[in-house]
């Protein structure tokens, strides 16, 4: 049985008994400075996490009175057992709803409209099968949350700027190359991962083979890249350009792990940014940039997109243990399946030490992912792994609102709960 969050406190590293994030983190923030910096642009990649270490080094206090969000309040189902993210009990039939968020979408609809439409035009190619590969994932299903965090804070900078709030062209065309490098990324994935399904549907590599799956991954990039030129701001193309170094060097460092348990929870750490959230992070910078002269807005937008970026992800590695395929268009226990070790299975570790071995040799040995499945449940890896997001999201929230009032800032306030809450 899971211990409550105020219990959360035995996490430990190595012979020393000190706490793991502590001890990750405490030199995570130092090497992420060298390793992650941007012009003009510190990574503060382990801001959050530091911040989750000094209420560790101890324990965790869940009645905090300077919370910035209050704790996520939902539960989590799955054939094992019900899991309580909430300081206090409640039955498990209740779930969290989110009919009491407000929607942040209807503030960017009218930006957003045709979004699709327009990217399918982008990539117009007289060759029907070519055509047909890259409109696969352009069907409209999608959540366009990209496009909708970018929009989001074009709108809120332009207003902190004094500027018209609407979007400039400009602006829209990043949200637009921002779906499109995360929709190339998810093709080329799919490929690398051998996955079959994407989104609920069979994926591209299942339908037209390995080598055809590439070449639209790779015609959508050429594609964004072109959009991208048309611009003509230098700043933004280099701001964007370094996302498609990220995702790269994010995938090669995904083939790796680390015998150091400290190094693999930053390699983690590092890996989720490079992969994830650095899309985010500079797209929301590129549109700064285009809207405000400001760096201190620059960075601003930059810090709020590395750490809600952060923060998806980590949720998106929780949901693999805690929703049911059928919600996440894709197996579950998928990552444990490609021989990944997430954020529920590192924090696992410190209760189960077997599962250093499994990690080491991917899972790949007969019974590692049902085994390694059981101790994440058996652990408190799906609750710490939550609560850390959550710091990740108090950080974004600390961010966003040094911006002037406007409905767009106050709808990026309430997004981290939404991540914090979603259940795919």
């Known amino acids: 049985m899971a211990l409550p969050w105020r219990r959360c406190c035995r996490w430990t590293a190595g012979l020393g008994g000190a706490p793991l994030l502590s001890a990750v983190c405490g030199r995570f923030a130092a090497v992420a400075e060298g390793s992650l910096r941007r012009k003009g642009t510190s990574s503060g990649l382990g801001s959050a996490a530091a911040a989750f270490a000094a209420g560790a080094g101890n324990k965790v206090q869940c009645r905090s009175q300077s919370a910035v969000i209050k704790k996520p309040s939902v539960w989590w189902r799955c054939n094992f057992r019900s899991l309580c993210t ?45 055509k047909s590969l890259c409109d696969y994932y352009f069907d409209g299903k999608g959540k366009a949350f990209r496009p909708m965090v970018v929009a989001l804070m074009a709108r809120a900078c332009n207003v902190h700027s004094g500027r018209d709030r609407d979007l400039l062209p400009c602006q829209r065309s990043i949200a637009m190359i921002s779906e499109m490098i995360h929709t190339a990324s998810l093709v080329h994935d799919d490929v690398i991962d051998g996955s079959d399904t994407r989104r609920g549907k069979t994926t591209i590599n299942e339908i037209w083979g390995e080598r055809k799956a590439i070449l639209a991954g790779d015609f959508i990039l050429s594609k964004a890249s072109m959009a991208l030129a048309r611009i003509g701001n230098n700043t933004v193309v280099a701001v964007l350009s370094q996302v498609i170094d990220d995702l790269v060097r994010g995938e090669f460092m995904q083939l790796g792990s680390k015998e150091n348990e400290n190094e693999r929870f930053k390699h983690y750490l590092e890996k989720t940014f490079k992969k994830t959230a650095s899309l985010i992070a500079n797209s929301c910078k590129a549109v700064s940039i285009l809207g405000s002269p400001d760096p201190e807005v620059h960075e601003i937008a930059f810090q709020y997109g590395k ?32 021989g990944l070790a997430t954020g529920p299975v590192l924090f696992a570790c410190q209760q189960f030490p077997e599962l250093h071995a499994m990690i080491m040799r991917r899972f790949g040995s007969a019974g590692d992912v049902e085994r390694a499945w059981q101790y994440v449940l058996q652990s408190d890896g799906v609750q710490q792994t939550s609560y850390l997001a959550h710091r990740y999201c108090q950080e974004a929230i600390q961010q966003i609102r040094k911006l002037c009032p406007s409905p767009e800032r106050e709808a990026l306030v309430h997004l981290p709960e939404i991540i914090l809450t979603r259940d795919k």
């Open 307 to 338: 750490n809600i970026g952060i923060a998806f992800q980590l949720i998106d590695d929780v949901l693999d243990f805690t929703s049911c395929a059928n919600q996440l268009g894709k197996p579950s226990a998928a990552d444990l399946r490609l």
């Open 86 to 130: 909430t300081e206090n009990p409640r039955c498990c039939n209740r779930l969290h709803s989110d009919a009491n968020l407000k929607d942040p979408f209807p503030l960017v609809q009218k930006d957003l409209k045709n979004l699709y439409d327009d990217i399918k035009k982008e990539l117009l190619v007289s060759k029907l099968e070519l």
